[in-house]
Structures are given as C-alpha cells and as structure tokens.
C-alpha cells in the first residue's frame, strides 16, 4: 500500500520509498524513513497534497512524493 491510500486520521508504519536518490535523500533529511511511524493529518480536497507527521513534525508532500511511499497501515502493523 502507498502512503497516498490512506485517509486523514490514518497511522502507518514507513515500510520503503521507492524513489530516485535525489527524493530519498530529501525525504531521509526529513526523518521520513523505513521503519518510522506516521500520520495522515490532512489532504488537499483534490488529494494533490497531503500533510503527514513524522517524529512530532509535520510536512507536506506532493501527491507524486506520497505515491513513492510503502507504507503497512497500523491495524496490519498491530496484527489487529
């Protein structure tokens, strides 16, 4: 699943970022990495952006940014 599936209130576990080197490093500076949790904060109403917390820090990514990130949903990541 990709992070842009998710819905505003949604917590996910950042399995892989499937993006160019360029991206990732940006994304990794950010603290957006494999094995950190997050959370859909809000979108835009044509979806085109969206605003998620990583370690107590909010950003906004693009929807072309948001499709390059795996992510496990919490119920899977709980086993729930």
Known sequence: MVLTELRKGD???????HAESE????LHS???IPGEELEVKG?????QTMEIE????????R???AEKIEVEP???ASGI
């Open 11 to 17: 917590r996910a576990l950042i399995k892989r970022i």
């Open 23 to 26: 991206l990732k490093h940006r």
């Open 30 to 32: 950010f603290g957006i």
């Open 43 to 47: 979108c835009s109403l044509a979806r």
């Open 54 to 61: 990583v370690g107590g820090s909010l950003f906004a990514l």
């Open 63 to 65: 929807k072309e940014e």
């Open 74 to 76: 919490e119920t899977e």
